[in-house]
């Protein structure tokens, strides 16, 4: 197994946490979580496909960059909702 399959493998797992954790919670801050994991699980594919792919740009981190601040105003919108709500 090579260092990208090992990354795809992780990230898969991270994945399927993910998917599992939406689909089984009923509390919104778990379901949050969940969407967390998967959002990081396309992180790691991003950096490992920009890493092991020979390309000499950091598309892969360029667009980690924007899932992760995609993630944090996902993350402040639905918990202020969640506060406004109760």
Known sequence: MNYLESYLVVSSIL???????VITRKNAVAI????ELILN???????AFNRF?????????????????????????????IINLF
């Open 53 to 81: 792919g020979n390309f000499n740009v950091l598309d892969g981190h360029v667009f980690s960059i924007f899932v992760v601040v995609l993630a944090a105003a996902e993350a402040a919108i639905a918990l202020a909702i």
């Open 41 to 47: 699980s396309a992180n790691v594919n991003f950096i």
């Open 15 to 21: 994945f399927t946490f993910g998917i599992f954790a």
């Open 32 to 35: 949050l979580m969940g969407i």
